[in-house]
Nanobody
């Protein structure tokens, strides 16, 4: 199974930026589609972004134009650059990995799922 460890979360004011990182180990990173999801209190788990092996990217409408997902296959790491942050972006952000491009958010269906990193955006 693939292991994922997120970092880079923290407290930021509205309008600010953060960059999240997710280090991957255990399998060949370049074989995986990488995802970012987020979970906020009282809300359903939400898809944020995904990046395919060849670099094609997908975003939720709520973050399009503000967030950028990228990957470094040499470093086995996926990133989420978050700009123009809003209070509603406050959540625990998880990265996930799967060899397929998936449309669901069921943890059990993914090859790997990280513990998450907290992002708090103050108004």
């Amino acid at each position: 199974q693939v292991q994922l460890v997120e970092s880079g979360g923290g407290l930021v004011q509205a309008g600010g930026s953060l960059r999240l990182s997710c280090a991957v180990s255990g399998r060949t990173f370049s074989n995986y589609v990488m995802y970012w999801f987020r979970e906020a209190p009282g809300k359903e788990r939400e898809f944020v972004a995904a990046i395919r092996r060849i670099g094609w990217t997908y975003y939720a409408d709520s973050v399009k134009g503000r967030f950028t997902i990228s990957r470094d296959n040499a470093k086995n790491t996926v990133y989420l650059q978050m700009n123009s942050l809003k209070p509603e972006d406050t959540a625990v952000y998880h990265c996930a990995a799967d060899t397929n491009l998936r449309s669901d958010s069921d943890v059990a269906n993914y090859d790997g799922w990280g513990q998450g990193t907290q992002v708090i955006v103050s108004s």
